[in-house]
């Protein structure tokens, strides 16, 4: 049975996969472990009374992209020879009917969801701009029944709990948190027919709904369109790391594409870099992708594109590192 969201004992709240993943790698190598993971419905339980287990898969690798022979995509599973309860409302909440930004969401879900396996279910259906995680209604964030324990509403690192029980939680596939949206986004590619992926379909906080594909722009069309809006992707080399990556550093990005004959380019400096949470998981990235086997592609959330009239080149901005996903891609042979 299919879940997107459970319980980590060690971060004491709800993860996705994806978050799960940073999390991991935000820790220094040597104190790295495995999390322990349960089920996120405090009251499914196993015939001794024990809350039931579940087993995260593949988040202890970063996710290559389906042009890599090496996918394997990042899941929940239950333990072993353990299964939900009858009444576990983290696989059942799909059949509630979903109640919060109703309209949209609720089209959004039925044109998405019609027939679904399992895996399309776990697809992203509503994303949160990073600038408004910290804004998300209080309805859309529970508490367990035992011991107070936090459950987040997906990856908002930042929202309070509240009072409202889990027995109320929605049938929406949320995040504010790029690396899901890109995981789920590379998900779609993989598993949806062609013409199933073209008519799916995002809804924006605040902006409404979108196509999935249009949302996700080749850095070339995002700078050849006017008024571009979302996220910019493309094929990258790392070209210099200043500093080092076990302490302090930043680097440089250059696209192997080119816009009106000039070179592309980014460059995340430290300051940047001291400020985010999962610096240690981008500083992994670069340790294990930096050779001629992988290279990146990169995944810009909003940038803004500006010429570098000194180096003749263009320069990709963002406003932090929130707004960037790097996934690693191993070269065709």
Known sequence: ???????????????????????????????????????????????????????????TR????????????????????????????????????????????????KRNNGNNSPKENLLIDYFILPDDEKIITQKAINTT??????????DNINATTSSTPSSTRKNINQTSLLDTLVYSYIEAKNILSRDKFLARELTIKKHGRVKLNDYFLHILKYMGKKDAYGIAFGGCSIGKIYGNLDSKFGFTLFFYDQYDKR?????????????????????EILKQYNNSNYYLRAYFLNPTIEFNSEKNRYDILIQDLRFLSLIPIKKKS
């Open 62 to 109: 970063f996710v290559a992209d389906s042009e890599s022979t090496e996918y394997k995509s990042p899941y929940f599973r239950l333990k072993p020879k353990q299964e939900h309860s009858e009444c576990c409302r983290s696989v059942t909440r799909n059949e509630e009917e979903n109640e919060s930004d109703s309209d949209s969401i609720e089209k959004n879900k």
């Open 263 to 283: 070179n592309i380019s980014t460059y995340i400096d430290s300051s940047m870099l001291e400020e985010y949470r999962y610096k240690n998981t981008i500083a």
């Open 1 to 59: 049975m299919s879940v997107s969201v459970v319980y980590c004992i060690e971060l004491e709240r709800d993860v996705t996969i994806m978050e799960a993943r940073n999390e991991f790698f935000a820790k220094p190598q040597d104190q790295r472990q495995k999390f322990t993971f349960l089920c996120n419905d405090p009251d499914c339980r196993q015939p001794d009374g024990s809350r039931t287990e579940m087993v995260g898969v593949n988040y």
């Open 145 to 154: 029944s035992e011991g107070g324990n936090k459950i987040r509403n997906q």
